[in-house]
């Protein structure tokens, strides 16, 4: 049971003194789930879902998809705290092909055929999402969803007793370098210095360029950075995929 391994990590995260979540044991979880990978992801109100803590190969790829594209299940649990279990993405009559155009093919071409996303609430308060994801369709048994939930109110749970905990005790859950796309944050900061726009447009404009060049976002950021890509040529001279 994944609640096992929580039980664990919650006797020894007192211990834990560096920045962010001590680490999870998702690995322990997904498997315990039937789950090929799983992601959490935490948002501070109205802002982008961050993934901070993954398990799986397939795992950062569908959460990158999911930041191009602009839209997705984890996106829609952390700020909508929507619950979403698509245990099959090659069902045409599925709402996800309505609710998310474009992206269950495209979450299909990464190996993933089923997603679910579960959000991290305590009361109103939206924290993030957990997503899961299988490589064969297959909805979740009864126990593993049980299980699911009581994991996500657990995570809830332990994400709001350190927001409440004083800096540096806590230490910052969203620390920017700490965080998988923290060189899309970089890479978005440079364009947006270099075009002198703001940031949000100028994430706009590297998440349009992964989309039209069906690359993933992280790895044009770190073009961006190691200026291997230069997005205010409109000719992309220095972009060797074009």
């Known amino acids: ?33 039937g789950l090929d990978g799983l992601a959490l992801l935490l948002a501070r109100e109205g802002s982008t879902p961050e993934l901070v803590q993954s398990f799986g190969e397939r795992t950062g790829a569908l959460e990158d998809l999911q930041l191009v594209q602009g839209h997705g299940p984890s996106r ?98 969203l620390k920017e370098t700490s965080l998988h796309f923290a060189e899309v944050h970089q890479a978005t900061g440079m364009l947006a210095a270099q075009l002198e726009i703001p940031c949000a447009q100028a994430l706009v404009l590297l998440r349009a360029y992964a989309y039209s060049h069906n690359r993933r976002l992280l790895s044009c950021a770190r073009d961006v950075i190691q200026r291997r890509l230069d997005l205010g040529d409109k000719d992309d001279k220095d972009d060797k995929d074009a």
């Open 76 to 173: 829609d649990a952390a700020a909508d705290g929507a619950l979403l279990l698509m245990p099959d993405l090659r069902d045409v009559t599925g709402f996800a092909l309505v609710r998310w155009p474009g992206l269950p093919g495209a979450v299909e071409e990464l190996g993933v055929s089923a997603v679910f996303a579960f959000p991290l609430r305590i009361g109103v308060i939206g924290l993030g999402a957990l997503t899961g994801h299988r490589t064969t369709p297959g909805p979740l048994g009864t126990d593993q969803l049980a299980a699911a939930f009581g994991l996500a109110d657990t995570l809830a749970q332990v994400v709001i007793t350190l927001t409440a905990r004083p800096v540096p005790s806590s230490g910052l859950l």
């Open 1 to 33: 049971m994944p609640m096992r391994a929580m039980a664990s990590y919650l006797r020894a995260l007192h211990t834990h003194s560096g920045p962010g979540l001590a680490p999870l044991p998702l690995r322990a979880c997904a498997e315990a789930l």
